[in-house]
């Protein structure tokens, strides 16, 4: 989900990565319940985070 935008792509510096990548992040960020039910699986040990 990270990848999508820098697929394919090279960066100079750090800061080039940042500004694309911190961007889609924040996306992500807003849709807990979407990446939740992308990494919770039934058969990993419970833990707080997913809880």
Same mark, same amino acid.
């Given at each position: 989900?990270?990848?999508?935008?820098?697929?394919?792509?090279?960066?100079? *510096?750090?800061?080039?990565?940042?500004? /694309?990548?911190? $961007?889609?992040?924040? /996306?992500l960020?807003?849709? $807990?319940?979407?990446?939740?039910?992308? *990494?919770?699986?039934? =058969? =990993?040990p419970?833990?707080?985070?997913?809880?």
């Amino acid at each position: 989900m990270t990848n999508e935008p820098i697929v394919n792509r090279s960066f100079e *510096t750090i800061e080039e990565l940042e500004e /694309v990548l911190i $961007p889609r992040l924040k /996306v992500l960020m807003k849709q $807990p319940e979407f990446i939740r039910g992308l *990494t919770c699986f039934h =058969w =990993w040990p419970t833990v707080h985070t997913c809880v």
